[in-house]
Structure formats: C-alpha cells, structure tokens
C-alpha cells in the first residue's frame, strides 16, 4: 500500500508525542528502591569511527548529557565496594568503568595538555559544563600490556596522569599486569595481580589497588577464585574487594542477597546497550536502583524486604 502525505504526517506526529512522553517518564521522580539494579558501563577504546569498542568523544559526551538527562548519578567504586550509596534521592546510581589503559582514554599533547577528544578530556569538559554533577570513572589498568595500553601508552607521563587522576576523583583499579587470559594463565593469577600492584606503587606508593576487571571477562577454575581477591608473589600481596566480569547485564544491587561479588556484571558501552538502558528506564524504572539519599539506610518496597542483605552499621527502611 501506498503511504499518503496526511498518513505520514499522523505516523510522524504519533511517533514524536511517544518521544516526548519517554522522555517525560524518563525524568519523573522515582520511590526509593535499593534492591534494584545498578547499571555499570565498561568502554573501551576513544575515536573517530563508531563501533562496539570504539566511542567517537562526541558521542562519548552525548552519553554523559544522557545519563545526567534521564536521572542516573555517577557511583564511585569505593561507595560500590563499602555500600554507603551516596547517590542522591531518586536518582539512579552509573558507574562509569574504563578497560584496557588505552592512550585514546588519557592523552597527553606535546604542549603538555589533556587531549580534548581522549576519555578524560571530555569528563573534563563535561565537569566543566555541568559543575552540579559529580562525574566519576574507574579506569581498570595494565601496567605492562603492549602499546598503546600500557598504562595510557605514553610511559614518562605515567606518574602524572596517575596523579591527576586520583586528585580529580577518578579512581583506579586492576585489568592485570598485561591483559592475561586467566581461564588459560591461572598459575599465574598471583603474578600478575601483585607485579600490578607492585607497578602502580612505583608512581602513587599508597594506593592500593581494590577490584578486578578480569580480562575477556574469563575466570580460572572455580578452585581458584579465592586468588582473584587475594595472594602473594615474591612477599608482595595484594587484596581486591569485588570482581568484575563483561556479562553484558546490569549488576545486583551490592544490598541484595543475590549479589555475587565474585561476578559483578557490566554492561557493554556501545549504542545498542544505551538505547535499551535508556528505553528501560522509561518503560520499567522499577528494575532500576533508586536511591533514599541516605548512605547508611537502605529503602526498599515492603513486598522486597526478605531479599535484602543488610551489612553491619546500615538499617533497613521499608515502605
Ligand atoms: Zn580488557
């Protein structure tokens, strides 16, 4: 059948007023939900051309001016790891997870600024533009993988860009020692998680590393996982709070009995996972993490109260 113009023009008009309605439903205020799901974003790579692992920075900034529009508030992993959820009240807590140390995610210029159109460039320039939202990232590295990962890929900066990172809020966290596959190099679990820790300590000497991005998202054999938190190589330890995987799902809420720290899950970074995200938060913000505001009391539904996990020095809210 042919399309006639006023038929187009109704099919226009009716697809626009969804629009408009997603994105009212997409800011409205939210219950309080602390049992429900934390979106935790992995990217890769920073360019020009668009693909599962690449981002286009304007894109990249396009996804930032989203998260801020549809109700989601940056989550450190430290507010991850402790539970003391500092998200404010009926916002949606995102983490921001960075993989593999690419020089696309930190460059530095000959004149020895931050590359505007690399990862932190652009957080820079969003703080810049958006100074009331707090924007955080966990950069999950490797000290000795080949360039342009090693570290960010320009060595003589190493100390810097670490040090910067840390003094904007960023965090850092383990991706091993070079990318080691740990379902084939498991005897070397504990070399390559200490010699990271032991490299990072060369340019910040108090920070301890707390989380690992396992690498392809593969495990060792089951027997030993205990490794992944923590071992020692040559007398040097190391010790990590959660592990992280590349499931592609949206993570437990860290208060829910069904949360695993052992396999906490990430979502892919390209488009297709964003517009689900995005669809997902108007369509069923139910499934979503809402947070009270409060850092110690967790608030769930009364119908939820038998799934929550509630660790020492928090109380639980119901309604
Ligand atoms: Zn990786």
Same mark, same amino acid.
């Given at each position: 059948?042919?399309?006639?113009?006023?038929?187009?023009?109704?099919?226009?008009?009716?697809?626009? +007023?969804?629009?408009?309605?997603?994105?009212?439903?997409?800011?409205?205020?939210?219950?309080?939900?602390?049992?429900?799901?934390?979106?935790?974003?992995?990217?890769?790579?920073?360019?020009?051309?668009?693909?599962?692992?690449? &981002?286009?920075?304007?894109?990249?900034?396009?996804?930032?001016?989203?998260?801020?529009?549809?109700?989601?508030?940056?989550?450190?992993?430290?507010?991850?790891?402790?539970?003391?959820?500092?998200?404010?009240? $009926?916002?949606?807590?995102?983490?921001?997870?960075?993989?593999?140390?690419?020089?696309?995610?930190?460059?530095?210029?000959?004149?020895?600024?931050?590359?505007?159109?690399?990862?932190?460039?652009?957080?820079?320039?969003? &703080?810049?533009?958006?100074?009331?939202?707090?924007?955080?990232?966990?950069?999950?590295?490797?000290?000795?993988?080949? @360039?342009?990962?090693?570290?960010?890929?320009?060595?003589?900066?190493?100390?810097?860009? =670490?040090?910067? +990172?840390?003094?904007?809020?960023?965090?850092?966290?383990?991706?091993?020692?070079?990318?080691?596959?740990?379902?084939? @190099?498991?005897?070397?679990?504990?070399?390559?998680?200490?010699?990271?820790?032991?490299?990072?300590?060369? @340019?910040?000497?108090?920070?301890?590393?707390?989380?690992?991005? =396992?690498?392809?998202?593969?495990?060792?054999?089951?027997?030993?996982?205990?490794?992944?938190?923590?071992?020692?190589?040559? $007398?040097?330890? @190391?010790?990590?709070?959660?592990?992280?995987?590349?499931?592609?799902?949206?993570?437990?809420?860290?208060?829910?009995?069904?949360?695993?720290?052992?396999?906490?899950? &990430?979502?892919?970074?390209?488009?297709?996972?964003?517009?689900?995200?995005?669809?997902?938060?108007?369509?069923?913000?139910?499934?979503?993490?809402?947070?009270? $505001? +409060?850092?110690?009391?967790?608030?769930?539904?009364?119908?939820?109260?038998?799934?929550?996990?509630?660790?020492?020095?928090?109380?639980?809210?119901?309604?």
């Amino acid at each position: 059948m042919k399309t006639r113009p006023w038929q187009f023009r109704a099919v226009k008009k009716l697809f626009h +007023l969804a629009l408009v309605l997603q994105s009212t439903l997409a800011t409205e205020t939210l219950p309080p939900n602390e049992l429900g799901k934390i979106p935790i974003i992995t990217y890769h790579v920073f360019g020009a051309k668009e693909s599962e692992f690449v &981002r286009p920075p304007e894109v990249f900034y396009r996804d930032l001016l989203n998260f801020r529009k549809y109700g989601f508030w940056p989550l450190s992993l430290e507010e991850f790891i402790t539970g003391e959820i500092k998200t404010p009240k $009926g916002k949606i807590p995102v983490m921001l997870t960075f993989d593999d140390s690419s020089i696309s995610q930190f460059r530095i210029l000959e004149n020895g600024e931050i590359d505007p159109h690399c990862a932190v460039g652009v957080m820079e320039k969003f &703080r810049r533009d958006y100074p009331d939202y707090a924007l955080k990232a966990v950069f999950f590295v490797m000290p000795k993988a080949r @360039y342009p990962n090693n570290l960010f890929g320009q060595p003589k900066w190493n100390k810097k860009k =670490l040090e910067f +990172l840390l003094a904007r809020g960023y965090e850092i966290a383990s991706h091993t020692y070079w990318h080691a596959n740990f379902q084939i @190099y498991h005897d070397r679990i504990e070399e390559q998680l200490a010699k990271t820790q032991i490299e990072i300590e060369r @340019y910040i000497p108090q920070l301890k590393l707390k989380a690992l991005a =396992l690498p392809f998202g593969k495990y060792p054999p089951q027997e030993k996982i205990t490794k992944l938190f923590q071992g020692s190589y040559k $007398g040097f330890s @190391y010790q990590n709070r959660v592990i992280f995987d590349y499931a592609n799902k949206l993570s437990e809420s860290p208060y829910s009995v069904t949360f695993d720290k052992a396999k906490v899950h &990430r979502l892919h970074g390209f488009q297709g996972v964003f517009d689900k995200l995005f669809r997902q938060r108007a369509q069923s913000p139910q499934i979503f993490f809402v947070s009270d $505001g +409060l850092a110690k009391i967790i608030t769930v539904p009364r119908s939820r109260k038998g799934e929550a996990k509630i660790p020492e020095g928090f109380r639980l809210q119901v309604y």
